[in-house]
């Protein structure tokens, strides 16, 4: 009987643990991300060929690529050609300017090593493999070859093709047979871009954030991308595309399957082009959360907001809105777009700027600063989003360096289709994307640390104050995240702890470099 007893205590313990969730004995694993062309990577590289951040060159190209790379008809025909900034002397085709957020991942064995944009906008991981046509390295102008990294199944000892009868074939009626080789076809929106290929299967390495020295194989299955065409034969990624979407096929979704992480990420934002990407990140219990919307035939992290606050004024306004890393800025149709715009130009302490070149500038509302300032006010923003929670824009502004002196603009941008909620208002937060609650979350981070001590009430309090006071020299380049009343303060320089990688410094040089 004691036996029996026993036994009937562990089974019930089974019981019990299978009834409290699966369990998830790895924990979490991240990746450092770099923004494209952020400070320290110039910095490092002396790169002098890029419009400076804070020119009216840099914020119309990182606009215009907004519009062009992500081709959810932001762009107009007049945007497809390429932009030529004010002297005329430099012009750069907004499909060379790429994606905006890269990671270094390793597949295969032995192992290799690929620097992948980052898209939450699809879903297939693929790399360049067995090429008929893709970019295999690059040229310098002192004619040096560096070659990238290709994959191919039949060269790792763990790698094999996918066949036609597998759970993750979508196109088996391409199929000849259930044994052949599972083919694949994504293309983008982006106009003529495409990845082209067959599904295989490898192990993605990963280390948890927990022990850094704990290695772990996932098994993965990702796109053997033979055939690349559109703006990925010009450097928009180069090395690969890492799809962070909601579909079965992508790698979030193959890790929860596979019980080696929770079906949830987060992505952070730092202020000096920094960030993390966590897999199995699924947030804190303090955290700001709203559902997602997914009535979409192909679901995105689509959210609704009930109100927009500016400078304390509350409006209810409800329309839903996609949360897009890979977008610079937040646009906007209208009512949203008036409402907000608006609403802080009727709060804004200096005179609207009317220069006859401001149709250079990206952003409808721009203010003039004088020479001799060194603070401005500016009306703080906020989102109320379905459910209650509020999220607090730590980054609703640019300060822009012109001849005539510098102005700070609204980077909020007229939408004609789809409402973006761009990186430029998720900076200073750790936005998680649960999928398994299906929600996004938001908490207050500096990137470097998984929790921070600088929070933000989700649900203040107090009132919202009307506006917040900046440098604008320290605007122009980086900005603080929010303090514990709930507004924005001006910082100097963070701490640029870069981990240098290889594949990171040559990817600014993409675009000045022949692609071969």
């Given at each position: ?23 998830w ?122 070659e ?9 000892s ?44 490898d ?77 199995g ?6 955290q ?38 890979g ?82 603009c ?13 990186q ?9 994307f ?83």
């Open positions: 009987m004691r036996e029996l007893s026993s036994c009937s205590c562990v089974l019930l313990l089974l019981v019990l643990g299978w009834s409290a969730g699966t369990c004995g790895f924990g979490t694993f991240g990746f450092d991300i770099h923004h494209r062309y952020s400070d320290p990577v110039k910095q490092i590289l002396a790169i002098d060929e890029l419009p400076a951040k804070g020119s009216p060159e840099y914020y119309t190209a990182m606009v215009h690529r907004d519009k062009i790379i992500k081709g959810r008809r932001l762009a107009t025909a007049n945007d497809q050609t390429p932009v030529t900034f004010l002297d005329g002397n430099e012009t750069y085709r907004l499909d060379d300017l790429g994606f905006l957020h890269y990671a270094n991942v390793s597949v295969g064995t032995p192992v290799l090593s690929f620097l992948v944009a980052l898209d939450t906008g699809s879903d297939l991981f693929w790399l360049p493999c067995d090429c008929t046509r893709c970019v295999q390295g690059l040229r310098t102008s002192d004619n040096q070859m560096i990238f990294s290709i994959y191919s199944p039949n060269t790792s763990t790698g094999s093709k996918v066949p036609c009868n597998s759970a993750l074939c979508e196109q088996q009626s391409q199929c000849s047979s259930p044994q052949s080789d599972c083919p694949y076809q994504v293309l983008y929106l982006s106009n003529g871009t495409s990845s082209i290929g067959v599904l295989v299967e192990v993605l390495h990963l280390t948890t954030d927990e022990d850094k020295t704990k290695a772990v194989q996932a098994n993965i299955t990702f796109g053997c991308g033979q055939v690349q065409t559109g703006s990925f034969l010009n450097g928009a990624a180069p090395n690969g595309l890492f799809g962070l979407g909601l579909d079965n096929i992508s790698v979030p979704s193959i890790l929860a399957k596979e019980n080696i992480a929770p079906n949830s990420f987060s992505m952070c934002f730092g202020h000096d082009g920094v960030g993390r990407i966590t897999f990140d699924r947030g804190s219990s303090d700001g959360e709203t559902p997602f919307n997914l009535r979409q035939r192909h679901p995105t992290y689509n959210v609704s907001l009930t109100q927009i606050n500016v400078g304390g004024n509350t409006a209810d306004l409800e329309f839903n809105a996609i949360f897009d890393s977008t610079s800025f937040t646009y906007l149709n209208d009512p949203a777009y008036t409402l907000i715009s608006e609403s802080f130009n009727n709060l804004a302490i200096e005179n609207r700027h009317t220069s006859s070149n401001s149709s250079d500038l990206p952003f409808e509302y721009c203010y003039d600063l004088s020479t001799n300032q060194s603070s401005f006010k500016y009306p703080v923003v906020n989102l109320t989003m379905k459910g209650g929670d509020y999220f607090f824009v730590n980054d609703p502004i640019v300060v822009i360096s012109l001849q005539a002196g510098d102005v700070y609204l980077g909020v941008v007229k939408s004609d289709n789809v409402d973006i909620i761009g430029n208002f998720m900076t200073g937060y750790r936005i998680v649960d999928r398994e609650k299906m929600v996004l979350g938001w908490k207050p981070s500096d990137c470097y640390d998984k929790e921070t001590s600088n929070t933000l009430p989700v649900k203040p309090s107090t009132a919202f104050p009307p506006a917040v006071a900046v440098n604008p020299e320290a605007t122009a380049g980086n900005r603080n995240g929010p303090n514990n009343s709930g507004a924005p303060s001006s910082i100097t320089n963070p701490s640029t702890r870069l981990k240098t990688l290889f594949y990171t410094f040559t990817l600014a040089l993409i675009p000045f470099f022949a692609l071969i």
